[in-house]
T-cell receptor
Framework: EAQVTQNPRYLITVTGKKLTVTCSQN?????MSWYRQDPGLGLRQIYY???????DKGDVPEGYKVSRKEKRNFPLILESPSPNQTSLYFC?????????????FGDGTRLSIL | GDSVTQMEGPVTLSEEAFLTINCTYT??????LFWYVQYPGEGLQLLLK?????DKGSNKGFEATYRKETTSFHLEKGSVQVSDSAVYFC??????????????FGTGTLLAVQP
């Protein structure tokens, strides 16, 4: 089954404790991206990757890191999480880019930073 | 910069009522336009899309027409069902200047359909 898998689905942690949210897709997609969803703000793009070893900032990259060492994986790293990063996070992938491509979304990761 | 504006919700309708969710956009180039739907506890799913002016996207009884003159992409359905209850997001991807790598989302509109 074609899917985007995020882990964990839920995480409660404390300020400053490094965490990684994993994202994996099995569709051989070149493009992957991360979004955060906050009430009243919709989805905002954090980072995206056009292909292996190619990443770029989205609209809200501060406090986040990403890497793309393999085509299927695109982890989101919070080196020193802060309470303002409490949010619902989504990973998405597509064959290439966003112009005419449907994005395939994971089911989301709800992070709470205390 | 590019932006998407959606009507605020929640929108509450009775089953079989007509649905309109307004969406307008601002873009510097020639955007593709999308509607995504998010059911409770799930990720977003593409509902429909349109890639150029006057295109009509349609799926599952939903329709939206790309109106360049009014910079709009309103979502409509003639007869909603309880199972349509979800959050609907309008989004654009601007192809101008090679900027094809970002999706800009609206804030989302919660639709609640009552039996």
């Amino acid at each position: 089954e074609a899917q985007v898998t995020q882990n964990p689905r839920y995480l409660i942690t404390v300020t400053g404790k490094k965490l990684t949210v994993t994202c994996s897709q099995n569709m051989n997609h070149e493009y992957m991206s991360w979004y955060r969803q906050d009430p009243g703000l919709g989805l905002r793009q954090i980072y995206y990757s056009m292909n292996v070893e190619v990443t770029d900032k989205g609209d809200v990259p501060e406090g986040y890191k990403v890497s793309r060492k393999e085509k299927r994986n695109f982890p989101l790293i919070l080196e020193s999480p802060s309470p303002n990063q409490t949010s619902l996070y989504f990973c998405a992938s597509s064959l290439f880019g966003t112009a005419n491509q449907p994005q395939h979304f994971g089911d989301g990761t709800r992070l709470s930073i205390l | 910069g590019d932006s998407v504006t959606q009507m605020e919700g929640p929108v509450t309708l009775s089953e079989e009522a007509f649905l309109t969710i307004n969406c307008t956009y601002t873009a510097t180039g020639y955007p593709s336009l999308f509607w995504y739907v998010q059911y409770p506890g799930e990720g977003l799913q593409l509902l429909l899309k349109a890639t150029k002016a006057d295109d009509k996207g349609s799926n599952k009884g939903f329709e939206a027409t790309y109106r360049k003159e009014t910079t709009s992409f309103h979502l409509e359905k003639g007869s909603v069902q309880v199972s349509d209850s979800a959050v609907y997001f309008c989004a654009l991807s601007d192809r101008g200047g090679g900027a094809t790598n970002k999706l800009i989302f609206g804030t989302g509109t919660l639709l609640a359909v009552q039996p």
